[in-house]
């Protein structure tokens, strides 16, 4: 489904991803964990298509299509998703509104038929459940004075609502208590069928426990330096990061 | 204050059918005759006033006044009728429209049922022995040192009365649609309106400004005074969606009585010159006033709103914002005053004017002045101007989203923040509509 290659990407001239291999199956989870600055945000906004970084070298393949040749709302309405480490607040525009638009947009992408009013409805009423939203929250504004445990359920819930066919989590744990983390969880869990893919980009081991991928990468200095089971995200858990930077150093040396 | 002219147009070209309406006022006619000679010698020594002049600084009005405005005939007959009249209706079916069709009251255009019991409209010349009239009328917008009031009250002719009694609350809204309908070139059209709340009365009142024939250039020059009395509650509007063609400039005074509550909203979208002044004036303690705008700008269009919140008593409360969006080479100006006097303790004042620039050649000029001489006062103002917030751009093109409806959806969503302020739903919903439609010809330009 997803296949990178090499991929070199900067922002303001500073160069953060440095060859980055991966590829995901259809139906994988794969984690992506790594300390502080490894560039485990660079990675989730070049795949969204954020302009402000720049693909200095190698390839993105969304099935078969060249995914860095893409608008952001092409990659969109093409099925990748990005949940945003901190969502967007953005005043004036209702929630649902917001929601209808997107969701007939890409339906219209992928031709399928355009929702009415009623049918986004029963669809709305229906994915709301999975993250356990109110009714109140589709009618605010988008993210607008939205707690941090709720911008990241109405991400997961947007997730539930475009169908899309790979999924991009960056942190959303982060900010989390445990409850809204177990909700979270559950949503994403709930869209697991065995065809979509997730990458999943968290600091702790914490979310894996509930969301269980198949695949933990560690990412260091903007490449990949060592992937794994769920184990791994335990052994790294248990022993931090030293004894990752001192292999992919000596590595180096 | 500079009060310089300018001498190489002929001011008085607009003053020259002073005598052609001398005996409208029947019993009152001597005393309204009064009032517009006054007024006539005063716009007579200030004229019309150039960019020296500080409030006049960012607009240049010469250009506008090498035309030599003729006031619009008041014996022409009428085209508006009930029917036609339907395209100015902008709150619902049970609002009181009234009609002026080139500073006249077209009744026949107008709809209006039986008047609820307390409340009285009309022209002046129909109202002009009530003692209320005689009161306020001309006595709170400025002639003295404003030309525009000046000449305005010098040759207004159908002003337009609202005189609500003690403790009458109106739920329907009242709208003065005025019309500019002429086939003339450089007709110069009055608007005058006078609305008095007395005492614990409740009113909804919607000035909107339309033009049919708009290829004619048109002066339009409107003065209203709202006196809204002690706990009274007046919710206003004042809609401007005239032509390209037109040049209006406009003073809306409002005098506020002690416990009393206003809520104005101007929305600015027509005319390809466009002045407003808003003039509140708190005269009671315990006020409560807001002032919203919204001026959208495309092509040359030029909008200047002045605003003006005098705290002259204790305890009261103003909440200002005023927005802007501003395309092409059109030019924005904002300045907000806030005066908070000496006597004018415990007062909570806040302003905002918050501007995006939609091209490279708009252009936005914002002052907000905040003058205080008490010293227990909550006072805030600032003013942005910006683009449009890419993060916000992005977010919604990351959810599929096309650009160019990305970027309408968050315009409309920072304009609209203004309207839906306005408490009539009805009267929202047509707004909403009117700002849509702009936006969506600004879109396609």
């Known amino acids: 489904m997803l296949t990178i290659k090499d991929l070199k990407a900067s922002v303001d001239g500073k160069e953060i991803l440095k060859g980055l291999n991966l590829e995901v199956k259809a139906g994988e ?15 989730a906004s070049v795949l969204a298509g954020r302009s402000e970084y720049e693909v200095n070298g190698g390839t993105v393949t969304f099935e078969g299509q060249d995914l860095l040749d893409m608008k952001p709302e092409d990659r969109a309405r093409a099925g990748v998703f990005l949940a945003f480490q901190y969502p967007v607040e953005i005043p004036g525009v209702s929630n649902a509104n917001f929601l209808k638009t997107a969701v007939n947009e890409v339906r219209k992408s ?24 109110d009714k109140a929250m589709t009618q605010r504004s988008v993210n607008e004075g939205f707690s941090g445990g709720e911008k990241k359920r109405n991400e997961i819930f947007q997730m539930a609502m475009l169908e899309p066919k790979l999924s991009i989590l960056d942190e959303t744990d982060s900010g989390l208590d445990i409850d809204a983390l177990r909700i979270v969880s559950n949503g994403v869990n709930a869209l697991r069928d065995g065809k979509r893919a997730f990458i999943v980009i968290t600091h702790y081991q914490r979310l894996l426990d509930y969301i269980v991928p198949d695949f933990v990468h560690v990412l260091y200095k903007g490449r990949i330096v060592k992937s794994g089971t769920k184990k791994l995200a335990l052994e790294l858990e248990e022993k931090g990061y030293d004894w990752i930077k001192e292999e992919a150093e000596a590595l180096n040396a | 204050m500079n009060s310089t002219t300018i001498n190489t147009i002929n001011a008085n070209s607009l003053l020259q059918d002073f005598d052609l309406f001398t005996d409208l006022y029947g019993k009152q006619t001597n005393y309204f005759q009064e009032i517009r000679k006054f007024s006539a010698d005063k716009f007579n020594v200030l004229g019309i006033p150039t960019q020296k002049n500080e409030e006049w600084k960012y607009l240049n009005l010469s250009p506008l006044f090498k035309n030599d405005f003729r006031s619009v005939s008041h014996t022409q007959a009428f085209e508006i009728d009930a029917a036609s009249a339907k395209q100015f209706h902008l709150c619902g079916e049970n609002a009181i429209v009234f009609v002026i069709e080139n500073g006249r009251l077209n009744r026949a ?12 409209i009309g022209t002046l010349a129909e109202l002009a022995d009530d003692a209320r009239v005689q009161k306020h009328f001309a006595q709170h917008a ?48 009055p608007i005058r309106v006078l609305v008095i ?31 809204v009395g002690e706990e009274a509650r007046v919710h206003y509007a004042k809609i401007q969606i005239e032509s390209e063609n037109t040049f209006h400039i406009n003073y809306h005074q409002v005098n506020q009585a002690k416990n009393s509550y206003q809520h104005i909203t101007s929305l600015s979208l027509g005319a390809s010159l466009l002045r407003n002044n808003l003039h509140i004036q708190l005269d009671g303690e315990n006020c409560t006033t807001y002032l919203n705008g919204l ?9 200047d709103n002045h605003t003006l919140v005098d705290h002259a008593m204790p305890n ?39 501007n995006i620039l939609l091209s490279n050649d708009a252009s936005i000029n914002t002052k907000p002045q905040l003058e205080i001489f008490a010293d227990d006062v ?25 650009e160019p409806e990305a970027r309408a959806l968050l315009n409309h969503a920072f304009a609209a923040a203004v309207i839906n302020q306005v408490e009539s739903e009805l009267l929202k919903e047509s707004l909403l509509l009117l700002l849509s439609r702009k936006l969506r010809v600004m879109e396609e330009v």
């Open chain 1, 29 to 43: 989870v794969h984690a992506i964990m790594g300390p502080n600055g490894s560039g485990k945000s660079t990675l």
């Open chain 1, 110 to 133: 992928r031709g399928q038929e355009i929702l009415d009013s009623k049918d986004f409805l029963v669809m709305m009423k229906e994915r709301m459940k999975l993250v356990e939203m």
């Open chain 2, 109 to 120: 255009a107008s709809n209006v049922k039986t008047l609820p019991k307390g409340l009285s």
């Open chain 2, 142 to 189: 400025d002639a003295i040192t404003e030309p525009f009031v000046a000449l305005n009250t010098a040759m207004s002719f159908d002003a337009m009365i609202v005189l609500l009694d003690e403790k009458i609350k109106i739920n329907e809204t009242i709208q003065f649609a005025f019309v500019t309908n002429t086939n003339q070139e450089n007709i110069s059209v």
């Open chain 2, 197 to 227: 709340a007395e005492k614990h009365s409740e009113c909804t009142v919607v000035e909107s400004y339309h033009t049919l024939n708009e290829q004619h250039k048109v002066f339009v020059n409107a003065v209203s005074e709202v006196v």
């Open chain 2, 295 to 303: 001026y959208v700008l495309s092509g040359t269009q030029v909008m």
């Open chain 2, 316 to 354: 009261c409360y103003s909440n200002e914002l005023y927005k802007g969006m501003i395309d092409d080479k059109s030019q924005g100006i904002f300045n907000g005053k806030i005066f908070v006097r000496k006597d004018a303790q415990k007062t909570n004042a806040y302003q905002s004017n918050k």
């Open chain 2, 378 to 402: 909550k006072c805030s103002h600032g003013a942005t101007t910006g683009q449009i917030d890419e993060e916000a751009l992005f977010y919604l093109r990351s959810r599929g989203i096309a």
